[in-house]
Nanobody
Framework: QVQLVESGGGLVQPGGSLRLSCAASGSIFNINLMAWYRQAPGKQRELVAAIPSGGTTNYADSVKGRFTISRDNAKNTVYLQMNSLKPEDTAVYLC???????????????WGKGTLVIVSS
């Protein structure tokens, strides 16, 4: 099995910063795409940022210039540095990874349980 565990959420004032981490563990041979999604109350889940194993990163328009996604392949970990936070960034942030368990297996989608970010004064 593969587990994704997020950390780093919390309460922050508008204009502040947070750094989220997501560590993948378990039966992992390769990780292709790693991404952060978020879901605010009453809203659909949306992609925040994505980073493939090789290639360019992708960001939602609403976070461009404020958020930075990065990954440490040796640690199977993805990060999300969030700066200039706004109240509308309040949401549960979920980690997603596309994982292959061995060289012959299919790529599978895995999700963490999420970490809550609240931006409020």
């Amino acid at each position: 099995q593969v587990q994704l565990v997020e950390s780093g959420g919390g309460l922050v004032q508008p204009g502040g910063s947070l750094r989220l981490s997501c560590a993948a563990s378990g039966s992992i041979f390769n990780i292709n795409l790693m991404a952060w999604y978020r879901q605010a109350p009453g809203k659909q889940r949306e992609l925040v940022a994505a980073i493939p194993s090789g290639g360019t990163t992708n960001y939602a328009d609403s976070v461009k210039g404020r958020f930075t996604i990065s990954r440490d392949n040796a640690k199977n970990t993805v990060y999300l540095q969030m700066n200039s936070l706004k109240p509308e960034d309040t949401a549960v942030y979920l980690c997603n990874a596309v994982v292959r368990k061995n060289w012959a297996s299919d790529w599978m989608d895995y999700w963490g349980k999420g970490t809550l970010v609240i931006v409020s004064s």
